[in-house]
């Protein structure tokens, strides 16, 4: 059984609490874990406040953050198949995923280090004579960053990266249910340089860790990826602390294929937008939009290309899909795929968990023209994808504006003014036409609604870690007159 450690002001400590990590595949326990408690929480929060203000990180220039941050991605880098293979034993997602993502979260990292110093200030033409006024972008605080078990690494180098390029420190907790890949990416940031207390990781469970790092008093800002209700906790959290937030939430995202659209391409699209990762995925195309000419055949391509995926070992190259991540992920997805059955929605593939060890789940589809389905309104977080027609392109835009996520979209078409039309149409904040699931550190990434808000990419996201500073600056040499003297 591997042993793992937390990360605390730049030393790795086993704690006083442990627990057990499963093997999602086999439902064994492979790994043994430390548990962050309130005790643990306040000694890394302190560090991080100590390194903000009082260590040498207080004094280390923003090219020399990007240097840190580089030889960051280079280890990163150097490193991602080791990264690749805990997530992957931790979390059941395949190791053909987490390799190429890994390899991808350096670029990431990359990204940032060439953006710490390009976070500038500027200078206000003031409406006062003889004074100058500036804005100076400064580090927002110490950032409270909670990520959950899918994609990790990911979820944590957009946090990461941008808050290090404004100057922030942090602490991190990695998700109970697989935090292995963020406790051994600790050692990474170890060894490239990284004062200590500047980035710390712990793992621990929600009520004893979460809790108490989103209220802390000296957190000033929390960085969340999670459901909606485990959010609204860490919202009444931050009433303790008025941090500020940046909420990702997940989404129901709407996939709309019109019928003149490239149906062997939009068939590749939504099975990767809903089957890659096991569903497991907050931009999962979960309903599927479709036009009622085309329905019956691209539905046919659809239940030929899900019937023909490999489900296996998440650590087989060969397997496309693996297991979920925990077993009441199973439960739930299983559950949520009854009530649907039960209120009417028909079943096209799939539907039944498979026999035998782990937590399994085959790609489903379930078609639910006509029928209040719940599948169409709650997020399964797993391989299952919910079908409806339309007649009209104004029914395709209520259809997929029927929901109270708004992260992710998708439309297929080759009308370039329809295109055009539904890219404003669309609630939600991000829109793919004729692609899906494409992401780059250029490009900001976030919802609306129960989505959430804040963005995470590009340089919006290293803007929301700094606060400004207005500075005054009376350039004139003359005494201020006496205020009670009237002249």
């Not at 004074?131 to 690494?153: C, F, I, K």
């Amino acid at each position: 059984m591997q042993r793992f450690q937390y990360y605390i002001d730049g030393e790795f400590l086993d704690g006083e609490a442990r627990f057990q990590s499963i093997d999602p595949a086999t439902g064994d326990v492979w790994a043994d874990m430390p548990e962050a408690r309130e005790a643990d929480v306040d000694r890394a929060v302190d560090a991080a406040e100590r390194a903000l203000y009082d260590g040498p990180w207080a004094k280390t220039t923003a090219t020399q953050r990007g240097k840190l941050l580089y030889k960051l991605a280079d280890l990163v880098a150097a490193k991602a198949q080791k990264l690749a293979e805990l997530e992957t034993r931790d979390t059941g997602k395949i190791i053909r995923e987490t390799s190429a993502q890994i390899a991808y979260i350096a670029d990431y990292y990359r990204y940032y280090a060439g953006i710490a110093d390009k976070i500038e200030g500027s200078y206000l033409p003031i409406d006062k004579p003889d004074t100058d006024v500036w804005l100076r972008r400064e580090p927002v605080g110490v950032v409270a960053m909670v990520v959950p078990w899918n994609s990790q690494l990911f979820l944590s180098a957009v946090k990461i990266g941008p808050a290090l390029a404004a100057g922030c420190t942090m602490v991190v907790k990695a998700s109970e249910d697989g935090p292995a890949p963020l406790l051994e990416f600790a050692r990474m940031v170890h060894e490239a340089g990284f004062p200590p207390g500047v980035v710390n990781i712990i793992t621990g469970f929600g009520p004893s860790c979460g809790a108490a790092l989103g209220r802390h008093p000296k957190v000033a800002h929390i960085a969340f990826t999670g459901g909606p209700e485990t959010a609204r906790h860490v919202i009444r959290n931050s009433a303790e602390n008025l941090a500020s937030t940046s909420l990702e939430l997940g989404g129901k995202s709407p996939f709309i294929v019109f019928a003149d659209a490239h149906l062997e391409s939009a068939a590749n699209a939504q099975v990767a937008g809903i089957f890659a990762a096991t569903g497991q995925s907050c931009v999962a195309g979960s309903r599927l939009i479709v036009e009622a000419s085309v329905k019956d055949a691209f539905l046919s391509i659809l239940k030929r290309k899900a019937e023909a995926i490999r489900i296996g070992s998440p650590l087989d190259m060969a397997t496309e899909v693996g297991p979920l991540a925990t077993k009441r992920q199973q439960d739930h997805v299983a559950t949520l795929v009854e009530k649907s059955i039960a209120s009417g929605a028909r079943l096209v593939t799939g539907g039944q968990k498979p026999d035998g060890v782990g937590y399994y789940f085959p790609p489903t589809i379930l078609d639910c023209d006509g029928v209040n389905s719940p599948s169409l309104a709650e997020e399964f977080f797993g391989p299952v994808l919910s079908v409806v027609s339309f007649e009209s392109e104004a029914e395709a835009l209520r259809l997929a504006n029927d929901t109270r996520y708004g992260l992710a979209s998708g439309v297929f078409t080759q009308n370039l003014t329809r295109a055009h039309r539904l890219m404003k149409g669309i609630r939600a904040g991000v829109v793919w036409v004729n692609t899906y699931r494409a992401v780059s550190p250029i490009a900001p990434f976030g919802g609306f609604g129960l989505s959430g808000h804040g963005r995470e990419g590009g340089l919006a996201a290293a803007l929301d870690y700094t606060r400004t500073k207005t500075i005054w600056l009376r350039t004139s040499d003359d005494p201020i007159p006496d205020p009670f003297v009237m002249r």
